[in-house]
């Protein structure tokens, strides 16, 4: 494949918002090159598909402020996805959106994520149907009804200065990569579900900017959490340092299951309501070891939490190292003694 790009325009397409440049976008993808696309909008009828055969190509804006991509099918699953029941139709690698706005049909327009990538036989064939190395750079997410990035199989990716707004669903949900990294993602604004949603793996989240969702930060999955096929209980052991979380009418970051932060550094928990937990833990066991520094827990003005750090179910042996005072922890443990079993430094 050559690297030069291949433009949209060559097959039709007019960035002026009216004109319908499905066919012509999706011409340009199919010839497995680099998208360059111009400054303007570009008015999507349909979704655009994607699959094995585009790796190795990109689609790539002017800038998620310059280059808009409207799509206004609300009958559709997803605006882009690499979806299916087949190797083929999924394993897409080595792909990047970059500089993007992908704006969907609206908030209360069917059930419409905005990128999906993920096989829809689930899990149990997931090792030879897992997209890999997949980056999307400076790209915003709005105006959709569903999840604005869904991939709960993805290894091996980068999302960087990632932006959502008014999201009926869930802001990024990414899975099982025992490597891949959130950074300078600014910002997970407006999400009726979670804003950031890691359901396995060791991610390192970096620099992070998250309010105004359900659900802050959630790390790992309960059974059922995720409709089947995703409907298995799964967990998430994130390294984070700079994160930033706003009023959440339920919780600021949550670990379920058997997920814990190998750290927590360097972040700032807002209340928003009289609900509000601030960091929420469940079933910990005595293999944990987690560390907690530079955590600050801020009250925005007329709200305040019903628990700061909350640690649900302990088990004997579990050690939390936390900087903090011991008012902030909170318990509903298995044992009297669960408070003791927190190591404050």
Request: glycine fraction near 12%; charge should be negative.
């Amino acid at each position: 494949m050559s690297d030069e790009y291949v433009y949209p325009e060559d097959f039709g397409a007019v960035a002026d918002g009216t004109t319908n440049c499905c066919n012509a976008l999706q011409a340009t993808l199919n010839t497995g090159g680099k998208v360059k696309l111009s400054p303007g909008t570009y008015l999507v009828d349909g979704s655009l598909i994607l699959s094995e055969e585009h790796s190795g190509g990109a689609l790539i804006g002017c800038g998620r402020k310059q280059t808009e991509l409207r799509f206004v099918d609300n009958s559709v699953p997803h605006c882009i996805g690499a979806v299916g029941a087949t190797k083929a139709a999924v394993n897409l690698h080595d792909f990047r959106f970059d500089g993007l706005r992908i704006r969907g049909p609206g908030i209360d327009a069917g059930a419409v994520r905005g990128i999906a990538i993920h096989n829809t036989l689930g899990e149990p064939s997931a090792q030879l149907v897992s997209p890999y190395n997949i980056d999307v750079v400076d790209v915003q997410f709005t105006y959709l009804s569903s999840d604005a990035f869904f991939s709960p199989m993805l290894w091996g990716a980068m999302l960087d200065r990632v932006a959502t707004y008014d999201i009926g669903g869930n802001g990024l949900v990414l899975g099982r990569s025992p490597s891949y990294t959130i950074k300078r993602t600014n910002y997970l604004h407006g999400c009726a579900g979670v804003g950031l949603w890691l359901l396995g793996g060791d991610p390192v989240v970096e620099a992070v900017n998250i309010g105004h969702c359900a659900v802050g930060l959630k790390c790992g999955r309960k059974q059922g959490d995720l409709p089947a096929p995703y409907d298995a209980a799964s967990y998430c052991r994130p390294r984070i340092n700079g994160l930033n979380v706003e009023p959440a009418t339920e919780a600021c970051l949550r670990f379920e299951g058997a997920s814990y932060p190998v750290e927590l550094a360097g972040a700032t928990v807002y209340s928003g309501g009289s609900d509000t937990v601030g960091v929420s833990f469940r079933w910990l066991n005595a293999d944990t070891d987690s560390l907690i520094r530079r955590v600050r827990f801020s009250n925005k003005p007329g709200c305040s939490f019903a628990e700061r750090l909350y640690v649900q179910g302990a088990q004997d042996g579990t050690k939390i190292v936390y900087t903090g005072p011991d008012e902030d922890i909170s318990q509903n443990g298995a044992t009297p003694t669960v408070v003791k079993q927190i190591t404050l430094s």
